[in-house]
Nanobody, 124 residues
Framework: QVQLVESGGGLVQAGGSLRLSCAAS????????MGWFRQAPGKEREFVIN????????YYADSVKGRFTISRDNAKRTVYLQMNNLKPEDTAVYYC?????????????????WGQGTQVTVSS
């Protein structure tokens, strides 16, 4: 079992930056691929970005390429989402997720553990 707790959300103006953190507790973290998803009001949850267990491989949704970066510190059992040049359309609840597998996925159904989410609001 893995427990995930996100933090770092908030209100920011367009063009600003935020850094989200996801702290993991429970069973091994270093063997879990991790991902970030987001859900805007009235929309389905969508994939944002992921990273494999060793930080070797990452994959970004087209909408965030060049603006968002994912990283992880296995010693601290934490994954980060650095968001730069934020846009109003990035407004959503952001969820951290973990897979039991070392391999990444862009599909939410492939993730086994989820955090409670953190709100990100970007004003224009």
């Amino acid at each position: 079992q893995v427990q995930l707790v996100e933090s770092g959300g908030g209100l920011v103006q367009a063009g600003g930056s935020l850094r989200l953190s996801c702290a993991a507790s429970g069973r091994t973290f270093s063997r879990n691929a991790m991902g970030w998803f987001r859900q805007a009001p009235g929309k389905e949850r969508e994939f944002v970005i992921n990273i494999d267990y060793s930080s070797t491989l990452t994959y970004y949704a087209d909408s965030v390429k060049g603006r968002f970066t994912i990283s992880r510190d296995n010693a601290k059992r934490t994954v980060y989402l650095q968001m730069n040049n934020l846009k109003p359309e990035d407004t959503a609840v952001y969820y951290c997720a973990a897979r039991k597998s070392i391999s990444r996925s862009i599909f939410s159904v492939d993730y086994d553990y989820w955090g409670q989410g953190t709100q990100v609001t970007v004003s224009s």
